[in-house]
């Protein structure tokens, strides 16, 4: 599976947008990449996953460059209770067998008043 | 529409006993995952069910750990004669899919072992 790299930290005022960017320079052509969240003391939340087209849901936006080697997750208004952090992961799939989730440290995102 | 639930959503029990946590998967989501978080760490992957197949256990960091799957909806995780390394919190989540990455977790369970 490729790495990704994501900072470490963003800040970001309150109803503005938020860009949250991940590198992917080594995915491969079947490879998706998948953003999820956790707030504090919750289990982790999926947001939103593409392949090479840009996605949008009721959550967030994620624009893939089109060499595929970075993305950056939107929130198109951030609130208070955005404040998370995100992780970027990207997994392809192998037919058979298990599809566990697996985090690195991710971008803690806080929302600022 | 229900997420996926679990219970309790916390227990606090002494060395050595046994616990039995429980998951409540979204209905009709085939493939139930296990994991666990300690404090500021990452997910650690524990089991993995999808349908009738038999379960992925590789992930189960010794045999005083099990989990069973009755009518390939609920789930229960069991620790036998816990350990005070044990205590984490416990999450579970679900997918529709045979398999998938779109994963919907439960609130968790914590544990604390004393």
């Known amino acids: 599976d490729a790495k990704t790299t994501q900072p470490p930290s963003m800040d970001c005022a309150e109803g503005r947008a938020a860009n949250l960017p991940c590198n992917h320079s080594t995915i491969s052509g079947n490879e998706y990449v998948y953003w999820y969240r956790q707030i504090h003391s919750q289990g982790p939340q999926y947001i939103i996953h593409g392949l090479k087209n840009n996605e949008t849901n009721e959550m967030a936006s994620l624009i893939i460059t089109e060499d595929r080697k970075s993305s950056t997750l939107i929130l198109p208004h951030a609130t208070l209770r955005d404040t998370a952090v995100y992780y970027c992961i990207v997994r392809g799939y192998s037919g058979a067998g298990s599809y566990q989730l697996t985090f690195g440290k991710g971008t803690k995102l806080s929302v600022i008043p | 529409g229900a997420g996926v639930s679990q219970s309790p959503s916390n227990k606090v029990t002494e060395k050595g006993k046994d616990v039995e946590l429980r998951c409540d998967p979204i209905?009709?989501?085939?493939?139930l995952y296990w994991y666990r978080q300690s404090l500021g760490q990452g997910l650690e992957f524990l089991i993995y069910f999808q349908g009738n197949s038999a379960p992925d256990k590789s992930g189960l960091p010794s045999d005083r750990f099990s989990a069973e799957r009755t009518g390939g909806s609920v789930s229960t995780l069991t620790i036998q004669r816990t350990q005070q390394e044990d205590s984490a919190v416990y999450l579970c989540?679900?997918?529709?899919?045979?398999?998938?990455?779109?994963?919907?977790f439960g609130p968790g369970t914590r544990l604390t072992v004393t």
């Open positions: 989540a679900s997918s529709l899919d045979r398999g998938s990455y779109e994963q919907y």
């Open positions: 209905s009709g989501h085939t493939a």
